[in-house]
């Protein structure tokens, strides 16, 4: 008898500044999955001038979907092995729509994790006080 597992889609979302990286790390490390990150993927474009140049004459919708779909299709690529993965971006109802689709087509379990902070002062904090070291 061959036992299956169902591979596991995380998707940690929130504004900036909430911990939905520091989340995604530590959900990763208890997963054994990768986490892919939005902004991660976005900087990766750094060096690409004419990619780059074509993404800013997006608009803002248009330029968020083209990170998700790298990100989707990623995580399709790990999904499709049977391995658990995580995704680290702020996302809108369509983008968390579209993970639940990639999870739905893949087999796998879909999980979104909404984080926020009550707190107004720790908040604005968080976000100027912050540098994550994303390259690019």
Same mark, same amino acid.
């Given at each position: 008898?061959?036992?299956?597992?169902?591979?596991?889609?995380?998707?940690?979302?929130?504004?900036?500044?909430?911990?939905?990286?520091?989340?995604?790390?530590?959900?990763?490390?208890?997963?054994?999955?990768?986490?892919?990150?939005?902004?991660?993927?976005?900087? $990766?474009?750094?060096?690409?001038?004419?990619?780059?140049?074509?993404?800013?004459?997006?608009?803002?919708?248009?330029?968020?979907?083209?990170?998700?779909?790298?990100?989707?299709?990623? $995580?399709?690529?790990?999904?499709?092995?049977?391995?658990?993965?995580?995704?680290?971006?702020? +996302?809108?109802?369509?983008?968390?729509?579209?993970?639940?689709?990639?999870?739905? +087509?893949?087999? +796998?379990?879909?999980?979104?994790?909404?984080?926020?902070?009550?707190?107004?002062?720790?908040?604005?904090?968080?976000?100027?006080?912050?540098?994550?070291?994303?390259?690019?």
């Amino acid at each position: 008898m061959t036992v299956t597992h169902q591979p596991t889609l995380l998707l940690l979302t929130g504004p900036p500044g909430t911990g939905k990286s520091t989340l995604a790390e530590r959900a990763a490390d208890l997963l054994g999955a990768p986490v892919l990150g939005w902004d991660w993927a976005m900087a $990766a474009l750094t060096g690409f001038d004419p990619v780059r140049d074509g993404l800013r004459r997006l608009p803002h919708v248009e330029h968020r979907r083209v990170g998700w779909s790298i990100l989707w299709n990623l $995580a399709t690529a790990q999904l499709r092995r049977g391995c658990p993965v995580v995704l680290d971006g702020v +996302a809108r109802d369509v983008e968390v729509a579209g993970t639940r689709e990639v999870a739905l +087509a893949a087999g +796998a379990r879909c999980l979104v994790v909404v984080t926020s902070c009550s707190d107004e002062d720790v908040h604005r904090r968080r976000v100027e006080g912050r540098s994550r070291g994303i390259p690019g």
